[in-house]
């Protein structure tokens, strides 16, 4: 029996594959639909065979034999066409392969490969379409945009944290003047908010949050998922403001040999590698190391402090991936190990001296994640699904900040099983699961213990209708038993509606929890001598009630064909509302407090619009985002601290035509970030920071397709926000705080390296 699909489960079952990305593109799993039971319609799937693996192919025509009644595949290869009287024959055509026509008799389904054309070889011609590096998606409810990895090379991203400059989709900012970390927000609010996810796997959460972004290298990433607004019901309750997911490198596809060399000007060296085995027919492995360090102790402002901090880093990762086509089999496992270490503080600091001579710190993290999934497909139900997935991970830091110790460790479990079919006829779908996790938390802090266990146990059902032309929404219902929650539903709804073949409207709606974690997500707060006014902090969840909150979305995406190209305007309006938001109050100097917000409902208000244009060889996107981000503090109602009113971004990339396969590659990003508000501090003598903003730029020489090397600069405009450290002289006096940051404080940096590949 051949098979016509591809399977791998996690907690999102279908993934689409590309064919036009050569074949260094991956087939993870495609589940086709092999049945319609509609009367009315011939549905199918159109598909080209390379090397034993099947490509869905987009754009081919599909029409009715002597007729004008068409229609052509989408992105998946798949089609829908209402049946004729009297005709009974179907035509496919399709640029560089054969026309075919089919007798389709009283068939309702047709799985058709297509064949290469002997007429349409050209001597030394080849005709392709450049794949977009930033893909939004078109036919699916959610507000999706993939981030490929081409375009992840833009600013040749060192971890995901870094993975966002050249795309407007998700804001970068400093986290604090002395980490040297980078934190992330969507629709105006930071990444605690954010469900952010390895292959559908909870990753980066709790005793991570500060620092996890940094442990995922991009060179590993195969692409990036990010969604907007409130995510599927199937990934938990967790997600309000949006997922991002990171796809790793498949054994199956990966290429036998990788390797990316970084050396930045400001001491940064980098080393990242993969290798590919084949042990059998069905069984691949991937070995990945990463290594990076900073010796270099800098110190631009002139302010004692070292700009970055002196660290190492050692990340290993071992992949496998199982392969049974003929049973319906899709499987992997992970292991992976990490060490990461930082010295930060004075240029002085000795850890071997009396640390109440210079201010410094350490930040020594281990962490250590195993997970295993398996997807299967029923080879007589085809489109009956079952996917299971199990991770386990635990993360320990030990740290201090000058005289303040932090200790944190975090034991995870997370089991997830998905079911998936359909009801009457393709037009309806269903998902269904339950999962299982459990988070054990022991932190040290101010000299305290704080012990804590989170265990959900939940269940969802997830309804998917598509008319295949103008209309699909999905609904789904999730119901979970917390112990520190209690039980409580959190309802989830995404439609889109096409008015014409070049306008949609994209909208979504549901609710979700949170329990704030609040030291681990907000570890600024050690690097100031502010006095912690809460004084039950270390009573169950600190002493503050878990969140809960709205959110309510839409998009507007307009396609447009001007000047010999084609580009989207588009518009999206978020609105977030919490219930109860847990307020991080550093209004007052010299002391943090934190607690429910009790005076009325807290609100994040997103609008973005965004012009994307593409043509030949070249692109821009040019974004716009406002802000209205406010929460009741127990002095009032006041705008989020450090959070710009509106962003502007702007980004041009370009690439020369391929010779023998050199050529160039250039791009250029500018973001200016608006005012924003400061909190009251014996530093600044004004309440708005005036706008400022930096430019990023790279270029690359790609001297064949196996060795390219490239230069780049960020805030390359040196840029620097003045003093950033309040009592930098003085560290151990009670005002001293290194966490107001609104601006680059390390000016301009410079890199370069090279990557190399073996194909084959």
């Known amino acids: 029996m051949m098979l016509n699909y591809i399977i791998f489960v996690s907690n999102n079952i279908i993934r689409f594959n590309e064919i036009k990305m050569k074949k260094i593109l991956y087939i993870l799993f495609i589940l086709l639909v092999n049945i319609s039971l509609s009367q009315e319609f011939i549905s199918g799937k159109v598909l080209f065979n390379d090397n034993g693996i099947d490509f869905p192919v987009e754009g081919v025509n599909v029409y009715w034999l002597k007729t004008d009644k068409g229609t052509i595949t989408n992105s998946s290869g798949e089609f829908k066409i209402q049946k004729l009287n009297n005709v009974s024959s179907l035509v496919f055509s399709y640029i560089g392969f054969k026309m075919d026509t089919i007798d389709i008799a009283d068939k309702k389904f047709i799985s058709h490969y297509l064949t290469f054309s002997d007429d349409n070889e050209l001597d030394e011609v080849t005709v392709t379409k450049k794949r977009k590096t930033l893909q939004r998606t ?16 833009k600013a040749a991203c060192c971890n995901l944290s870094e993975s966002f400059q050249t795309n407007p989709s998700v804001d970068v900012n400093h986290n604090d003047a002395i980490t040297g970390t980078k934190q992330i927000e969507m629709l105006g609010l930071k990444s605690p908010y954010i469900l952010i996810t390895e292959e559908n796997i909870p990753m980066v959460r709790g005793a991570s949050q500060t620092f996890g972004l940094g442990f995922t290298p991009g060179t590993w990433i195969e692409s990036i998922q990010v969604t907007k607004g409130m995510g599927s019901v199937t990934n938990g309750f967790e997600s309000i403001v949006g997922q991002i997911n990171t796809e790793i490198k498949k054994p199956f596809s990966d290429i036998p040999f990788f390797v990316n060399l970084f050396n930045g000007f400001d001491g940064r060296v980098e080393a990242n590698a993969h290798v590919k085995s084949t042990l059998s027919e069905k069984i691949h492995t991937t070995s990945f190391i990463h290594y990076n360090e900073r010796k270099k102790a800098n110190d631009k402002n002139g302010d004692k402090f070292l700009d970055k901090p002196i660290q190492d880093q050692l990340n290993l990762l071992s992949k496998w991936q199982y392969t049974d086509l003929t049973k319906g089999i899709v499987s992997f496992l992970n292991i992976r190990y990490l060490e990461d270490n930082k010295r930060i503080g004075s ?20 962490r250590f994640d195993s997970s295993f999934k398996v997807g299967y497909v029923n080879p007589n139900i085809p489109y009956q699904t079952l996917g299971f997935q199990l991770a386990y991970n635990f993360h320990d830091q030990e740290s201090y900040y000058g005289l303040n110790d932090y200790n944190i460790s975090q ?15 393709i037009k309806n779908k269903i998902k269904a699961g339950l999962n299982f996790s459990s988070d054990s938390y022991d932190e040290y802090v101010f000299k305290s213990n704080i012990e804590r266990t989170d265990r959900s146990l939940g269940g969802f059902f997830e309804y998917s209708f598509d008319n295949f032309n103008d209309f699909n929404l999905v609904f789904g219902l999730r119901y979970d038993i917390h112990n520190n929650i209690g039980s409580f539903f959190t309802p989830r709804l995404h439609f889109r509606y096409l008015f014409n073949e070049n306008f949609s409207i994209k909208g979504s709606a549901g609710t979700g929890r949170k329990i704030a974690n609040i030291f681990a997500e907000n570890q600024s707060i050690f690097l100031s001598n502010r006095i912690n006014m809460n004084k039950s902090f270390n009573n169950n969840l600190y002493g503050v009630d878990p969140e809960k909150a709205t959110n309510l979305g839409f998009s507007l995406d307009h396609k447009l ?9 588009i518009f999206d309006y978020y609105n977030t509302t919490f219930d109860n938001r847990v307020i991080i109050d550093f209004e007052t100097p010299g002391e943090f407090n934190f607690y429910n917000s009790k005076l009325g409902k807290s609100k994040s208000n997103s609008f973005q619009a965004e012009f994307l244009f593409s043509k030949n060889n070249w692109n821009i996107t040019v974004a716009y985002k406002k802000y209205d981000v406010k929460s009741y503090y127990n002095s009032g109602l006041k705008e989020k601290p450090l959070q710009p009113r ?11 035509n391929k010779i023998n396969d050199k ?42 397709s196996k060795f390219e090397v490239y230069l780049g600069g960020e805030n390359i405009n040196n840029f620097k926000q003045e003093d950033p450290i309040i009592m930098a002289n003085n560290p151990f006096d009670p005002m001293f705080d290194a966490s107001i940051v609104h601006g680059s404080i390390f000016g301009s940096t410079y890199y370069m390296g090279l990557r190399f590949k073996i194909l084959n």
């Open 138 to 153: 078109y036919l699916l409810p959610q507000n999706i945009v993939k981030i490929s990895e081409e375009e992840l090379l």
């Open 411 to 425: 034991k995870s479990l997370f089991v997830n099983l998905i079911y998936n079919s359909i009801i009457s006829n």
């Open 561 to 569: 064909f001007v000047f010999g190209g084609q580009g989207n305007l």
């Open 663 to 704: 050529n160039w590659k250039f791009d250029i990003t500018y973001n200016r970030l608006g005012k924003q508000r400061l909190v009251r501090n014996p530093r600044d003598n004004f309440e708005l920071v005036d706008p400022h903003f930096s430019i990023n730029s790279q270029i690359t020489r790609v001297f064949s």
């Open 646 to 656: 509106n962003i502007l971004f702007f980004n041009y990339g370009i690439e020369s």
């Open 347 to 366: 240029i002085d600091f000795n850890e071997k001296i009396d640390l109440s001579k210079f201010w410094g710190g350490e930040i020594l993290t281990n």
